[in-house]
């Protein structure tokens, strides 16, 4: 008979198969882009690595601590500022923000919910961006304006009362990083709690939330954390609020609060969750454990019930059925391992519990750790005992009627497939109007996620991001047609195209969590990203794939190999979590040249009567260049590691292999924080985590060439000057954080620096080339106290500068002095981490880009001339007919073995026919041998080099191709 394939035992093996191959899979570091990214593998460690990372931009160097205290009194600096700037008028260059993507991915969203009066209206909170809302059921949203208006963007739990008013509360404790001293340093903390009567076009702050500095009682946070806020089923009045200093009440809608009772003051500990139940009865979560009021009529007395819940939990969320307070549940999670504890049911109100669930194990275990980041519990409204849960990777449903557990979704499945929803599930709520219990949404890290048959033994899923504009973005880049790209906190790195379905749609580079990024603009189709700790990429294919770019000079030791070349995928001696890396193309050159890349003559210079052509050796500003496609496309890519900075020239070519890398600043003071060089790409300035600055000189005109295995940037005409001052001068070392030179001219720059309780956080000096003589002065006056992630000294008027901190982008005019002022248009105070200017198809036409750490990507164009174009359009069809997008035609060689001591292979790979010259070479230039002329296909060739003859020792093999550019490789023989 034929066998019967059943869902449940489909997705089962599907499970099972899929964890399998991602568990045992490894990310190639030479072969390209993985499509099911393992980088999710690593999420129980990087939820704490990406808050650690945070922690580290934002803590007081001084102290070496997050104080609430130092964050309240910025906010409140940055609230009088805001105020003064609204009495003088403007802002300095009153900057229009546009928003540019991505609007088709979500941000980490712990609430949602839903307006009493409309059926199709929502809600949503980005835990650093904001409020957004929909108007049909989720399928479009668009940020609240009061967002411009918030002290703080961080949105962590929203109710809405019976009359329809709006309650908003903000700041994470699950985002909370233990600082090694006993107390835990907060996330983004909230601002008490707001409250609109307008459907949440605008908001008020209910006084009596507002956090006050210095009454805070230690680190606990009173309404900077508010874990969740219920209201009355049917009392507009009544609503009570669990947040990190306790459980607190209020009897007239806000106005008045105070702390819930247990026989004492409920205002010790954490409440972490509450709810009230369909009779008016409240169900809380106070220092892990369970309470529920004495009576329906009273939300202020509490009992402690729960009898059967597990000892040593760490955190436990709660839901009660709708149809049936009498059926309570509850999901506890350890103190000591943030793994599930179990699954708990109550039929009695609350009274007692007994496990519907074994502690975690096997595949029902999907915390990995981090159940203190991740975890929601939800009934559906219409069968008390149906339950659904969320985690790390994965849903899963249960039923009383089988009492088994089974999965619903999981992350590793294509977007598009409907059984998946993101990794990181934080909330689940159904729709109060869908009277079949069918409709539930769920808030993860990647956003909001909806099914409409959630009675099914096996929902289907789909993904409701559209203008869900809350994209927690690490950095922004963008190319030469203004399309950006940047990572994020577990949303890898997005790159918005201009050619998607919608115009700001983006298309994932990179999973996990993202660094920076950056847009080639002479090769358009380059994409570099990064992801943890230096694993750097490039993609040359617009994003299609990507492969790991790092060669053997910086990562030759991985996993359990020594000695030889056995790379791993990450800088040998490490990196941040959010690696700093940049790129610098010399567009000038290209620009100056590119036509004879297609037949074209160049007259250079201009009215000289000297024309060139393709092959053609020209000398360019003191350099001689050769015309080829190698010749004209010239980059040099810059990645930080710990201490270190390392660069490469072979960005832009030969994509089938690793770029050949140089160690050109070894043993910095610090982690090297921050990269900038100025337009000829001669200069480099350097910022390290310990406040130190360097200054690198000659990187265009350096020999880049190892001489027996070892590279010295002295002998290759680099040379390094450390800046007397550690930044902030006169106070403990801060962060450099950012870096912006006077393009035109390197003896001018501006820099940023991190932290709170950091005084002087910009710095300016217009003498920077003098060495120990350089003198620079505090530009902070007036600027808030607040953490500068990033610093930009505008292009078109040096005397601008704008300065990107953790409320939004300030800016300010050197040559008048004053005031600092936020630059509010839009965005608010959401947190810029970093900040940028270029130049977009015209050198002319410049625009300044953000990338926003909740609210996407943002630029400004408007100090730019009208007549600039730009448009949101990928004009990449037409700029690769006429220059050189495509691979050079050798595009990689390999040579096996080397060493070697009879012979070698060069393995080829050519991106069209041609006719090869090899030739073999001493490294001081000595012809050895001729290999000769040969005839090779495109795709994949080889060509044997004889050389038993040949003294032992290292020699340059030259590869040139018939009308492309000359490639060498170093081919040790022995």
């Known amino acids: ?38 980088y999710e593998e690593k999420e129980g460690e990087n939820a704490g690595e990406y808050i650690k990372y945070l922690n580290s931009l934002r803590v007081n160097p001084a102290t070496g601590k997050l104080e609430l205290d130092d964050i309240l009194n910025g906010r409140r600096e940055v609230m009088l500022a805001l105020q003064k700037a609204g009495s003088r008028g403007r802002s300095i260059l009153d900057l229009t923000w546009e928003h540019m993507g991505p609007n088709n991915v979500g941000g980490r969203t712990r609430t949602i919910a839903f307006d009493k009066g409309n059926p199709s209206r929502m809600y949503a909170g980005s835990v650093s961006g904001g409020l957004f809302i929909s108007d049909n059921g989720g399928l479009d949203w ?76 230690g680190n606990s946070g009173a309404w900077t954390k508010i874990n969740r806020i219920a209201c009355h089923p049917t009392d507009a009045n009544k609503l009570v609020a669990a947040q990190n200093s306790g459980l607190w009440y209020s009897e007239d809608a806000g106005d008045s609060w105070s702390a819930c009772s247990a026989g004492s003051a409920m205002s010790g500990f954490v409440a972490s969750d509450v709810t009230f139940d369909v009779n008016g009865n409240v169900h809380a979560v106070y220092n892990n454990k369970y309470y529920k009021t004495v009576s329906s009529s009273d939300i202020t007395e509490y009992n402690q019930l729960g009898s059967g819940l597990p000892s040593g939990i760490g955190r436990m969320n709660i839901a009660i059925a709708p149809s049936d307070p009498n059926y309570s549940y509850a999901y506890a999670i350890s103190s000591s391992t943030s793994e599930m504890l179990g699954i708990y049911r109550s039929t009695d109100g609350g009274a007692s519990f007994s496990a519907i669930s074994t502690a975690g194990g096997g595949l029902f275990n999907d915390l990995n750790g981090q159940g203190y980041w991740n975890i929601c519990i939800v009934v559906n409204p219409v069968d008390r005992d149906r339950v659904y849960i969320g985690g790390t990777f994965e849903t899963y449903t249960w039923r009383a009627s089988t009492a088994a557990w089974t999965p619903m979704s999981a992350w590793f499945y294509p977007e598009f497939f409907s059984k998946y929803i993101h990794a990181d599930v934080h909330f689940m709520i159904f729709n109060p109007n869908d009277t079949e219990g069918n409709t539930m949404y769920v808030g993860s890290d990647g956003g909001v996620s909806r099914t409409l048959n959630a009675q099914d033994d096996y929902p289907d899923f789909q993904t409701m991001n559209t203008g869900y504009s809350t994209y927690q973005a690490n950095g922004v880049g963008f190319g030469l047609f203004g399309d950006p790209i940047g990572g994020s906190q577990d949303n890898g790195t997005q790159y918005v195209n201009f050619l998607e379905s919608s115009a700001l749609q983006a298309i994932g580079v990179l999973g996990g969590d993202g660094s920076r990024g950056e847009v080639s603009r002479i090769r358009t189709d380059y994409l570099f990203g990064a992801v943890y700790f230096g694993d750097m ?63 074209g003559t160049v007259e250079y210079p201009v009215g000289s009567g000297s024309f060139y052509v393709l092959n053609d050796v020209v000398n360019y500003e003191g350099r001689d260049i050769t015309l080829t496609k190698s010749g004209i496309s010239e980059s040099r890519l810059y990645l930080a590691t710990n201490s270190n900075l390392w660069v490469t020239d072979g960005a832009l070519f030969n994509s089938t292999e690793a770029a050949e890398w140089f160690k050109i600043l070894p043993s910095t003071f610090g982690i090297v924080s921050s990269i900038e060089f100025d337009n000829s790409g001669n200069t480099v300035y350097v910022g390290t985590a310990t406040g130190r600055l360097y200054r690198l000189d000659g990187l265009l005109t350096a020999d880049l060439t190892y001489i027996d295995d070892v590279f010295d940037p002295a002998l290759a005409g680099i040379t390094s000057f450390l800046y007397p001052e550690i930044f902030p001068v006169g106070g403990s070392a801060a962060r450099i954080t950012a870096i912006s030179i006077n393009r035109d001219n390197p003896d001018e720059l501006v820099l940023s620096t991190a932290g709170y309780g950091v005084d002087d956080n910009v710095w300016h000096t217009t003498n920077a080339l003098t060495d120990s003589d350089a003198v620079f002065v505090s530009l902070a006056n007036e600027l808030p106290n607040v953490p500068v992630f990033g610093i930009l000294m505008e292009m078109y008027n040096s005397n601008y500068i704008l300065a990107a901190t953790e409320f939004g982008v300030w800016s300010y005019d050197i040559s008048t002095g004053g005031d600092w002022t936020q630059e509010t248009s839009l965005i608010g105070s959401v947190p810029v981490l970093e900040i940028r200017e270029g130049f977009i198809r015209d050198q002319d036409c410049k625009a300044i880009y953000i990338g926003s750490h909740g609210r996407g990507f943002f630029r400004a164009t408007n100090l730019a001339a009208g007549t600039c174009d730009f448009a949101l359009v990928n004009d990449s069809a037409d700029v690769n007919s006429d220059s050189p997008i495509q691979e050079e035609i050798i595009a990689g ?56 003859d040949v003294l032992p020792g290292a020699y340059l093999v030259v590869f040139e191709a018939e009308g492309g550019a000359t490639v060498s490789r170093k081919l040790m023989v022995y």
């Open 537 to 599: 990429r490039r993609s040359v294919n617009a994003g299609n794939t990507s492969s790991n770019i790092l060669d053997c000079n910086i990562d030759k030791l991985g996993g359990t190999g020594t000695g030889a070349c056995n790379p791993n995928g990450l800088p040998d001696n490490g990196g941040e979590f959010m690696p700093v890396f940049k790129l610098w193309e010399n567009w000038d050159l290209y620009e100056t040249f590119k036509s004879v890349l297609f037949g």
């Open 1 to 38: 008979m034929r066998r019967k394939i059943t869902l449940p035992l489909l997705l089962t093996v599907c499970f099972i198969t899929i964890s399998f191959l991602i568990t045992n899979s490894k990310i190639d570091s030479s072969n390209g882009h993985d499509k099911v990214e393992n």
């Open 142 to 217: 668009y940020p609240s304006p009061a967002n411009e208006t918030l002290a703080a963007l961080s949105v962590t739990s929203i109710a809405v009362a019976t009359n329809g008013d709006i309650y908003i509360g903000g700041g994470e404790s699950q985002a909370s990083y233990f600082d090694g001293s006993g107390s835990y340093s907060p996330g983004f903390p909230g601002n008490g709690i707001y409250k609109s009567t307008d459907n949440g076009m605008s908001f008020t702050l209910l006084e009596d939330t507002e956090p006050t500095p210095g009454t805070l009682g």
């Open 893 to 948: 060689i390999v040579l096996t073995p080397n060493p070697a001591d009879i012979s070698a292979d060069a393995n080829l790979t050519l991106a069209k026919a041609a006719n090869i010259t090899t030739k073999m070479y001493t490294m001081g230039g000595v012809l050895v041998r001729s290999f000769g002329t040969a005839a090779k296909p495109i795709g994949a060739s080889k060509i044997t080099l004889g050389v038993s």
